[in-house]
């Protein structure tokens, strides 16, 4: 029974993993390069630096060490993370999300002059709304604290 539905699954993830032919991966590739996806890889990276600066002020880092810091992170993005497989991902995703067509006209778009000026600034949307979601939320953390006490007690006192 069990090699019955592994044999079964196995037929599912196979026909999932090939729905898309192609000219599909071709243009979500393509639409990736025209999208700079390198470049949003590496904003999304940037976006991040704020939480590794909050992380060094609560292990109480001084500038040098916090610099430290920031390069075990700024290597692990460089050197450990597999961003050529991460695309293909990607691509494959684009692949099954949107037909040929679709991936052509979003193509165009990025080609244009607002999309060629979505892209460049894209990253540093990126991070600004990033900075400006963590300031929120550290504004409002007493708010959370107040409705997390009462459940961490509870839990505790089992």
Known sequence: MNKVIALVLSFMFVGFAHAYTDSQIE???KLLVTMKVDEQMLGGFE?????VN???DN????DEETVELKNIY???FNNDLDRDGLKRQIAVVYAQTFTVDEMEDVIRFF????GKKLVEKSPSLTQKGAQLGMNEAQNK???LLE??????????AK
């Open 54 to 56: 909050q992380l060094a």
């Open 111 to 114: 080609e244009s002059p607002t």
């Open 74 to 76: 700024r290597d692990w």
């Open 47 to 51: 976006s991040m630096l704020p939480i």
């Open 141 to 143: 953390q007493h708010l």
């Open 147 to 156: 409705k997390l006490t009462p459940f961490i007690e509870k839990h505790q």
């Open 27 to 29: 243009t979500a590739e």
């Open 59 to 62: 292990l109480r880092l001084n």
